[in-house]
């Protein structure tokens, strides 16, 4: 049987990947959304075992010497990981799967799966990414402007995707991304 797509979609939060995913798994069929673990606490509205595994930093440390993680970063002060279990399931039963996660944990998995599809998602502007930030009340300033440096940092590797996605309107970012998809399955 013909494997599943690995699909990774980076770019700072905020910029709607997580809108992207939604509707990308309603628009592709055999597709799924991969639910990593955090040691981050959740924020309103979140839901174990939906948004994220939350885990305290034993069980995290636990996953990690287990090898549970394809691959896991620490990302701002905490810790993420995609579990490997039912990644590599999926993609054996032909299942495409698609990972939201950042930059290290992007360019870790382009070494173990060279075929794997990384796309960056970035927002009409800098500026704009800020306001939405603030305006979702989700996170404090000094958190929103640490987030704001890392991202002026990572904008470097952008060279190292396939795809780089503007998302300035997201039916036309679902459709570029969805026939980036379809074309390289
Ligand atoms: P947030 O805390 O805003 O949900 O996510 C912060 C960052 O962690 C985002 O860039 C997100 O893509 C990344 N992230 C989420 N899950 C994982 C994961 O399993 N592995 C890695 N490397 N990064 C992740």
């Given at each position: 049987m013909r494997k599943g797509l690995l699909v990774v979609l980076s770019g700072?939060?905020?910029?709607?990947k997580t809108t992207i995913c939604h509707e990308l798994i309603k628009q592709i069929p055999r597709t799924a959304f991969s639910i990593s673990a955090t040691t981050r606490t959740r924020r309103p509205g979140e839901q174990d075992g939906v948004d994220y595994y939350f885990l305290s930093r034993k069980e995290f440390h636990h996953k990690i010497k287990r090898g549970e993680f394809l691959e896991w970063a620490q990302v701002y002060d905490h810790y993420y990981g995609t579990p490997k279990k039912q990644v590599l399931a999926n993609l054996s039963q032909g299942v495409n799967v698609l990972l939201d996660i950042d930059m290290q944990g992007a360019l870790n998995i382009k070494k173990c799966f060279p075929g794997a599809l990384l796309i960056f998602i970035l927002p009409p502007s800098l500026e704009i990414l800020r306001q939405r930030l603030i305006n979702r009340k989700k996170d404090s300033v000094t958190v929103i402007n640490r987030r704001m440096k890392q991202i002026e940092k990572e904008l470097?590797?952008?060279?190292?995707?396939?795809l780089l996605v503007i998302n300035d309107d997201l039916k036309r970012t679902v459709k570029s991304i969805r026939e980036k998809i379809i074309n390289t399955n």
């Open positions: 700072p939060s905020g910029t709607g470097k590797y952008i060279p190292r995707y396939d």
